[in-house]
T-cell receptor, first 115, second 110 residues
Framework: SAVISQKPSRDICQRGTSLTIQCQVDSQVTMMFWYRQQPGQSLTLIAT?????????ESGFVIDKFPISRPNLTFSTLTVSNMSPEDSSIYLCSVGTSGNTGELFFGEGSRLTVL | SQQGEEDPQALSIQEGENATMNCSYKTSINNLQWYRQNSGRGLVHLIL?????REKHSGRLRVTLDTSKKSSSLLITASRAADTASYFCATDPRRGKLTFGTGTRLTIIP
């Protein structure tokens, strides 16, 4: 298992600003993902955070809007850039540990409200 | 896009009753997983069933998988108020990347 800490847990942001979300894991993990959950919806994968290289983005998500860093095996950041009200969502960091069969562990999420 | 569709979207039952949620998916899978989410917080992994398994139990949870119908069900027996949450199925059409279903909001009435 893995314990994941996300910061901030929630924030209210102004349109046009950017916010960086941090994800810290208590152990080294091979796989780290960022998901978005829009109000009342399911989770959508934004990207896979790759250690030491550029993130791999899913269709519909681009680096300019959601830049991601992963400097080591325990830490990653997701920035939501130039925010609009449509970016109001819960952003979730999740990790998969080596040797497991595919289950993911999730942080508590960062609830962003854009005014 | 969503890989899984769940039904019902919402379910309310009396405490002590059993709750059944269904999940249908579109592509072949390595495994199917169920997660619980309390009030918009992080997700908690409940149970994983491999594509070559048909049924699995964990405490009050029973999961079935029918790969021929591309469907799964989650049964929670003897429900409790603490079971109130949203439940999501998730599949892994690509190794390590889960695709989540639409979710079922379960409310247990004391």
């Amino acid at each position: 298992s893995a314990v994941i800490s996300q910061k901030p847990s929630r924030d209210i942001c102004q349109r046009g600003t950017s916010l960086t979300i941090q994800c810290q894991v208590d152990s080294q993990v091979t796989m780290m993902f960022w998901y978005r959950q829009q109000p009342g919806q399911s989770l959508t994968l934004i990207a896979t955070a790759n250690q030491g290289s550029e993130a791999t983005y899913e269709s519909g998500f681009v680096i300019d809007k959601f830049p991601i860093s992963r400097p080591n095996l325990t830490f990653s950041t997701l920035t939501v850039s130039n925010m609009s009200p449509e970016d109001s969502s819960i952003y979730l960091c999740s990790v998969g540990t080596s040797g497991n069969t595919g289950e993911l562990f999730f942080g508590e999420g960062s609830r962003l409200t854009v005014l | 896009s969503q890989q899984g569709e769940e039904d019902p979207q919402a379910l309310s039952i009396q405490e002590g009753e059993n709750a059944t949620m269904n999940c249908s998916y579109k592509t072949s899978i390595n495994n199917l997983q169920w997660y619980r989410q309390n009030s918009g917080r992080g997700l908690v992994h409940l149970i994983l069933i491999r594509s070559n398994e048909r049924e699995k139990h964990s405490g009050r949870l029973r999961v079935t998988l029918d790969t021929s119908k591309k469907s799964s069900s989650l049964l929670i027996t003897a429900s409790r108020a603490a079971d109130t949450a949203s439940y999501f199925c998730a599949t892994d059409p690509r190794r390590g990347k889960l695709t989540f279903g639409t979710g079922t909001r379960l409310t247990i009435i004391p």
